[in-house]
């Protein structure tokens, strides 16, 4: 039953599919946004299947076990996710105590695995593609859990479906000012780890060449590629989850398209930092807010 | 499972340009602006050659070029199509009696399409496309 969790419902193929329609909404939006027609809907399954009918290419000088195991840890992390994230929203009485700091640990893997099979590519430009998501990693991830203390504080727990409990009775969290400041925190972080433009500094195809991904192909691409549209549904469902109160299903799926529209948009009018630039913001302009607000909640605000 | 007809619907493109005047450089770009927009096809420019599926050859291959060249066919992953884009990829255009000229692409890697013109309309680049797709389509095992 746990495998079927895992990998059928909610977990890998569920969350597959819902993150291939996100992509598209994804896409389409922003050729609508650019005055053009966009891609058909089934256009990131056909980029799927075509990344896995084509040769994998090892590079000479790659650490050959790393770079082929990476994508695949990426996948089996973001996985689980998906059913811990997934089954708390459908039945409460499947978290356990913890899972809060257990979700948001396995969140960081597939970065991780970004910069350790950019490292065991053995080419120069993707060195430097991961250096550059080391750094954005550093710089995101203090904001993110300065703003993932203002839940735990104002619920006394670290239980998804406590937080998730306690919204349905008093009110979400993004109701109050520490509440919302936090919420607006994580959103911008999440955009730096779903690696969107302003901060898919990582990823620069036109700077360097695609980056941390330069020498994945076929199948090995396809993984991340697969990961890259898994973390496109989890990580607004999750915030959701924490900040934005009960998650019934319509009303769920409301403020979920709600939140992807405001990441396409913020994707869409913004250009792309230098990375100091953005290690900057994340260090001196978001984790001051990310403070405050919990100190708000310690008030009691 | 054929594979020609799974590459057709989402064909992610390389450009190398090799000692071109530029002007071709730009007609592919504008082929993808809101006027003709070559992303419904599923038609998107890549970074790396080793995500890529069509190779876009533009411009005279000189000694530089025509060792980059095929360095990048024997790394990128098959199937791959390789494209010829404009008169310097067909023929050498201007620049056939150069000094410098070692020879149009297709004397050092297999070409699949050609597209013709100085530089090419866009209405040519999607003409040009169309035959690419219908080749993959139809003829197995495109390499």
Same mark, same amino acid.
């Given at each position: 039953?746990? &495998?079927?969790?895992?990998?059928?419902?909610?977990?890998?193929?569920?969350?597959?599919?819902?993150?291939?329609?996100?992509?598209?909404?994804?896409?389409?939006?922003? +050729?609508?946004?650019?005055?053009?027609?966009?891609?058909?809907?089934?256009?990131?399954?056909?980029?799927?299947?075509?990344?896995?009918?084509?040769?994998?290419?090892?590079?000479?000088?790659?650490?050959?076990?790393?770079?082929?195991?990476?994508?695949?840890?990426?996948?089996?992390?973001?996985?689980?996710?998906?059913?811990?994230?997934?089954?708390?929203?459908?039945?409460? +009485? !499947?978290?356990?105590?913890?899972?809060?700091?257990?979700?948001?640990?396995?969140?960081?893997?597939?970065?991780?695995?970004?910069?350790?099979?950019?490292?065991?590519?053995?080419?120069?430009?993707?060195?430097?593609?991961?250096?550059?998501?080391?750094?954005?990693?550093?710089?995101?991830?203090?904001?993110?859990?300065?703003?993932?203390?203002?839940?735990?504080?104002?619920?006394?727990?670290?239980?998804?479906?406590?937080?998730?409990?306690?919204?349905?009775?008093?009110?979400?969290?993004?109701? $109050?000012?520490?509440?919302?400041?936090?919420?607006?925190?994580?959103?911008?972080?999440?955009? +730096?780890?779903?690696?969107?433009?302003?901060?898919?500094?990582?990823?620069?195809?036109?700077?360097?060449?695609?980056?941390?991904?330069?020498?994945?192909?076929?199948?090995?691409?396809?993984?991340?590629?697969?990961?890259?549209?898994?973390?496109?549904?989890?990580?607004?469902?999750?915030?959701?989850?924490?900040?934005?109160?009960?998650?019934?299903?319509?009303?769920?799926?409301?403020? !979920?398209?709600? &939140?992807?529209?405001?990441?396409?948009?913020?994707?869409?009018?913004?250009?792309?930092?230098?990375?100091?630039?953005?290690?900057?913001?994340?260090?001196?302009?978001?984790?001051?807010?990310?403070?405050? $607000?919990?100190?708000?909640?310690?008030?009691?605000? | 499972?054929?594979?020609?007809?799974?590459?057709?619907?989402? @064909?992610?493109?390389?450009?190398?340009?090799?000692?071109?005047?530029?002007?071709?450089?730009?007609?592919?770009?504008?082929?993808?602006?809101?006027?003709?927009?070559?992303?419904?096809?599923?038609?998107?420019?890549?970074?790396?050659?080793?995500?890529?599926?069509?190779?876009?050859?533009?411009?005279?291959?000189?000694?530089?070029?025509?060792?980059?060249?095929?360095?990048?066919?024997?790394?990128?992953?098959?199937?791959?199509?390789?494209?010829?884009?404009?008169?310097?990829?067909?023929?050498?255009?201007?620049?056939?009696?150069?000094?410098?000229?070692?020879?149009?692409?297709?004397?050092?890697?297999?070409?699949?399409?050609? @597209?013709?013109?100085?530089?090419?309309?866009?209405?040519?680049?999607?003409?040009?496309?169309?035959?690419?797709?219908?080749?993959?389509?139809?003829?197995?095992?495109?390499?």
């Amino acid at each position: 039953m746990v &495998l079927f969790y895992y990998i059928v419902f909610p977990g890998f193929l569920a969350t597959f599919i819902a993150g291939g329609v996100a992509s598209w909404i994804e896409r389409k939006l922003t +050729a609508r946004i650019q005055t053009r027609v966009g891609p058909p809907f089934l256009q990131p399954f056909y980029d799927v299947r075509k990344l896995f009918i084509k040769e994998i290419t090892i590079p000479e000088h790659s650490s050959r076990s790393i770079f082929m195991i990476s994508p695949i840890v990426a996948l089996a992390s973001i996985s689980v996710v998906a059913a811990v994230v997934g089954l708390n929203l459908i039945n409460p +009485a !499947y978290g356990f105590n913890g899972d809060l700091i257990v979700c948001v640990y396995l969140l960081l893997i597939p970065s991780l695995c970004v910069i350790l099979g950019a490292s065991a590519s053995g080419n120069p430009l993707a060195s430097l593609g991961a250096s550059r998501e080391m750094k954005l990693v550093l710089s995101y991830e203090l904001a993110f859990w300065a703003s993932l203390a203002v839940p735990v504080l104002k619920t006394n727990s670290i239980r998804l479906t406590d937080i998730m409990s306690f919204q349905a009775l008093n009110g979400s969290i993004a109701g $109050s000012l520490s509440g919302i400041i936090a919420f607006i925190v994580a959103i911008i972080c999440m955009q +730096a780890k779903l690696a969107k433009v302003p901060f898919d500094i990582p990823e620069a195809e036109t700077e360097i060449s695609g980056g941390a991904y330069i020498e994945y192909s076929g199948p090995l691409l396809g993984f991340f590629k697969i990961t890259q549209y898994m973390m496109l549904v989890i990580l607004p469902l999750f915030l959701l989850e924490i900040f934005w109160g009960p998650m019934n299903s319509t009303v769920g799926i409301l403020k !979920y398209l709600l &939140l992807l529209f405001v990441i396409i948009v913020l994707e869409n009018t913004n250009p792309r930092l230098k990375i100091d630039q953005a290690v900057k913001f994340f260090w001196f302009g978001l984790f001051p807010f990310g403070v405050v $607000s919990i100190i708000l909640a310690i008030l009691g605000v | 499972m054929d594979k020609g007809k799974i590459l057709s619907r989402s @064909i992610w493109v390389f450009h190398f340009a090799s000692a071109a005047c530029n002007n071709c450089d730009i007609e592919i770009i504008d082929a993808l602006t809101p006027r003709f927009d070559l992303e419904r096809f599923g038609i998107k420019l890549v970074g790396s050659i080793r995500h890529a599926d069509c190779l876009l050859v533009s411009g005279i291959m000189n000694e530089k070029g025509a060792t980059r060249l095929k360095f990048l066919y024997d790394i990128a992953p098959k199937p791959l199509a390789v494209v010829t884009f404009g008169s310097c990829g067909a023929s050498g255009g201007l620049f056939t009696n150069s000094y410098n000229f070692y020879g149009p692409p297709d004397k050092i890697i297999p070409v699949d399409a050609y @597209i013709p013109g100085c530089p090419p309309r866009p209405e040519a680049i999607i003409d040009g496309i169309v035959k690419v797709v219908k080749k993959l389509r139809t003829v197995r095992c495109v390499m």
